[in-house]
């Protein structure tokens, strides 16, 4: 029975790989295909192909002291094994797709040859994870070789027990052992564990070896001198067995090591395959899970990852009639959700100046208002890069349903400024918070002192040009929506692999060339504004006037980039990117 | 209502409609059936104004559909196969919206009516993810007919409804063509077609092969062999011998 899902894996592989290579043919996905190809070349291969640190011993000897990195690596995978015991409360769930569901499981296929279809298809990904990890931990020293094995191992048999410890807990459900006994019964074990070392380390631990040497040494001395007592060094045994291979420094030792490990991942397979618990209609509800997320992942529907689209009460009644781009806002900021309701913003306002005044007031410190001051600065200029690669409720979000955009009677241009009018909003406000802050932080500090312009010239200066900034950022993203729509495509056609990672790229570049070209004209009118008013000896008169000045000729740009988009939405045509039809 | 003359539209090379010349006056509902592929999807999106036409002329309730599109689309709704919805809007943020896009004043009692007449009043306050697909169907047919188009696309109306709102359905069709509106419906159902369609329209490979009232089409189809129903005039008129299409105005 298991020849049908060699076939489907073969055949599902095989044409995957073949349409990517196809796919190729077009130069979008082929300039996509070169620089994706160049940036994991760059970034990855070279130095695992040239002249990296090969063949240096392992990675024990690079660190500063002598530190048990396998105790430490068998600690965390203590850590990570007794989460999955404790953490989970669903039933057991082998992740299939949709269609695999809909063929295998009303076909007469037992449940252990579909676990072994699952445990052989999860074995591209830990192959994957395996050559990303080796990639990277290559760079600190060792040998390839054994850090692909060790890793193969320690990832394979931890998915191992993941799937049986999902059983178990099915099973012991089953058998009427509900979540939170299981739990008690997890922590009561780690509780005799951590009780038994300490009982029998207290007596043994020389206490104030914790006081010498500086940075973290002493305390991973400390430590690591835990983790040899009893009965916790016994516990760590088979995860030290795991983690060896990883870390072995020659052949020999790699051999020695190698048994251990593969016996425990045998175990783990003989406890998995054996195990007879139905995963059926747990996998069901998983599978559809994350059919959703993938959609709402490809599509850019970010918040729907989190489950399903929650009911959302508008920020104002919409009238039947009146602009039409108010429509669109109206829409998108449902979509944003209550996250940005005014309710929100007045109280994260209130506190925030609250909280500065009250500290500013008691001379507490002007370390928290430093600290409060670079925050917002920072926030607010990353605001201005990322808050229109986050804040999506516009085209982005829309292209999926164009079709029904297109059918309604509304010019392209009111289309293209609704769209952009919600994210524009919600980052300005989001901008204009910080702003606040700073200019409510900043002369507490100190910073300002000995500034040639008043500060809120410079907040009232930045506050006039940053919602054209912002417009114009949303255009170049909304605009490149309308050029290459294929690039933002969802569903089983969006561009995935190295390709979509170079078009990623290449659209990163575009989009930089273009906010810089955008901002020339601003640029210029800012400063030959600011030089001729500082002429008059008024400097922050100056500042304000250019900032105005600025302010118009993004305004100008953002306007012209409105009309432009709205004819490129008009001309947009769907017939190359819906299917044909019946 | 509705004329199109040489309607033509190309995917590339491959030809998806191929000069289609009919008309529709108001109070006729025309029934577009064809094979799968045949184009009936295309011409409705042509129609609708979705997608340009790469060739033809198109009007709709006196407009030029590529000169005047936004008179025309005023004037014209479409009713996809697929509900498209927006996820986070619930069915009266919908009804909300669209009557804003429509400029529909005093939309609410309307729009309640539609409500009722659909049996959507109890998911008001609905998301499309928490309806089944036949409501989802009737909160696109609802959001469709809030402005009272005159002329109405339907894209296999009746997929995913119960038989009551099959029922329902077609009498809703029917009462829009009495009030004077012009409708083109595109459905596999060849029974539904022959029990609300005036006048039918035959596509095959984008062409069309028959056209007429249901009475002329049967009539042309039966004169070799007997009299016959819309099942056997479609496998005549779409099969490899079928005779050359006759002219409609």
């Given amino acids: 029975m298991t020849a049908p899902l060699v076939y489907l894996f073969w055949h599902t592989w095989r044409n995957r790989l073949t349409s990517r290579l196809k796919r190729l043919r077009e130069p979008k996905y082929l300039v996509g295909g070169i620089v994706g190809g160049l940036y994991f070349y760059f970034y990855f291969f070279r130095h695992f192909l040239g002249s990296g640190p090969r063949g240096r011993p392992g990675l024990g000897p690079e660190v ?34 949709e269609a695999e569901i809909a063929f295998l499981f009303p076909a007469p296929v037992t449940r252990r040859t579909l676990i072994h279809f699952k445990l052989f298809r999860v074995q591209f990904r830990i192959l994957f994870s395996t050559f990303i990890l080796t990639l990277v931990t290559r760079r600190f020293g060792g040998f390839a070789f054994t850090h692909a094995v060790g890793w193969w191992l320690i990832l394979s048999t931890l998915d191992l027990h993941f799937l049986g410890c999902s059983f178990a807990r099915t099973r012991l459900l089953d058998r009427g052992v509900t ?33 010498s040497g500086s940075g973290v040494e002493p305390y991973a001395r400390y430590l690591q001198s835990w983790m040899a007592v009893p009965p916790l060094n016994g516990v760590l045994l088979p995860f030290r067995w795991m983690a060896r291979p990883f870390l072995t420094e020659s052949a020999g030792a790699f051999f020695w090591a190698l048994g251990p490990a593969v016996l425990i991942l045998l175990l783990h397979y003989t406890w998995v395959v054996r195990s007879n618990v139905a995963f059926e209609e747990a996998s069901l509800e998983a599978s559809r899970k994350l059919a ?32 039409l781009p108010t429509a669109f806002f109206w829409k998108n900021l449902i979509s944003a959700g209550q996250g940005f309701s005014p309710r929100i913003w007045i109280v994260i306002i209130a506190v925030t100046v609250g909280v500065s005044a009250g500290i500013g007031r008691s001379g507490l410190g002007s370390g928290w208002l430093s600290f409060a001051a670079v925050l917002c600065g920072i926030l607010g200029g990353w605001s201005v890069l990322m808050g229109p690669q986050l804040m999506r409720q516009d085209l982005r979000q829309d292209l999926p349903l164009m ?19 919600a994210p524009l909003a919600i980052i300005t406000v989001f901008q204009y918070v910080m702003v606040a802050v700073l200019c409510g932080v900043l002369p507490a500090t100190g910073a300002t002192r000995g500034w040639a312009v008043s500060l809120p010239a410079v907040a009232l200066a930045t506050a006039l040009v940053l919602p054209f900034l912002n417009l114009l ?24 692999g ?58 100008g740009e953002a306007a012209l980039g409105v009309f432009l988009l709205g004819k490129m939405y008009d001309r947009f045509d769907l017939a190359a990117e819906l299917p044909a039809g019946g | ?88 809007l619930t069915v009266e943020q919908h009804l909300n919206f669209t009557a804003r896009l429509y400029q529909v004043k005093d939309f609410r009692p309307l729009a309640d009516q539609l409500l009722d ?18 409501m989802k169907q009737k909160l696109v047919i609802a959001c469709g007919l809030l402005h009272s188009p005159k002329v109405i696309f339907f894209d296999e109306p009746l997929t995913g409804l119960d038989p009551l709102g099959i029922r329902r359905m077609k009498d809703s069709i029917l009462k829009r063509a009495r009030d004077g509106a012009a409708i083109i419906i595109s459905s596999h159902l060849l029974h539904l077609v022959e029990e609300i369609c005036s006048h039918i329209l035959i596509l095959k490979n984008g062409r069309l092969v028959a056209s007429g009232t249901m009475d002329e089409i049967t009539r042309r189809f039966s004169s070799e062999t007997g009299g016959t129903d819309l099942e056997e005039v479609f496998f005549r008129a779409t099969s490899d011998a079928a005779p050359e299409p006759g002219p409609r105005a």
């Fill in chain 1, 64 to 97: 500063g002291f002598a530190m048990d990195i396998e105790g430490f690596g068998a600690l965390a995978m203590l850590i990570i094994v007794a989460g999955s015991w404790f953490l989970p409360h669903s039933r057991a769930a082998l992740t299939f797709s």
């Fill in chain 1, 179 to 211: 979540n939170w006994r299981r739990r008690l019964l997890v922590l009561g074990l780690l509780g005799m564990v951590v009780g038994g070392t300490a009982v029998w380390g207290w007596r043994s631990l020389p206490v104030g070896e914790l006081a």
């Fill in chain 1, 292 to 323: 959703e997320r993938v959609a709402a992942v490809k599509s850019g529907k970010l918040h729907v990852m989190g489950g399903k689209a929650k009911r959302r009460s508008s920020l104002f009644e919409l009238a039947s009639t009146g602009p």
């Fill in chain 1, 403 to 421: 079709d029904v955009l297109k059918l309604y009677p509304v010019p392209g241009w009111q289309v293209v400024l609704g769209e952009l009018l």
């Fill in chain 1, 473 to 496: 950022m949303l255009q170049i993203l909304n605009g490149a929506v309308l050029l290459f729509p294929a690039w933002f495509q969802s569903g089983r056609e969006a561009p995935q």
């Fill in chain 1, 498 to 555: 190295i390709e979509a990672t170079g078009q990623r790229i290449l659209f990163l570049l575009g989009q930089m060339l273009a906010l810089a070209v955008g901002l020339v004209p601003a640029a210029i009118v800012f400063a030959a504004l600011f030089f001729i008013v500082r002429l008059t000896g008024m400097a922050s008169l100056a500042v304000v006037a250019g900032g105005c000045g600025a302010a118009l000729a993004l305004a």
């Fill in chain 2, 1 to 88: 209502m509705i004329n199109v003359d040489g309607l033509t539209k190309l995917y590339g090379d491959f030809v998806a409609v191929q000069e289609l010349t009919f008309g529709v006056q108001p109070g006729e509902v025309l029934g577009l059936v064809g094979p799968n592929g045949a184009g009936k999807t295309t011409t409705l999106r042509c129609l609708a104004g979705i997608i340009p036409p790469s060739r033809g002329r198109i009007s709709v309730a006196g407009h030029d559909l590529l000169g005047q599109p936004l008179a025309a689309k005023k004037e014209l709704a479409f009713c996809m196969d697929e509900p498209r919805l927006f996820e986070y």
């Fill in chain 2, 117 to 134: 007449e659909l049996e959507l009043s109890p998911k008001r306050h609905a998301l499309p993810g928490e309806l089944s697909r036949g």
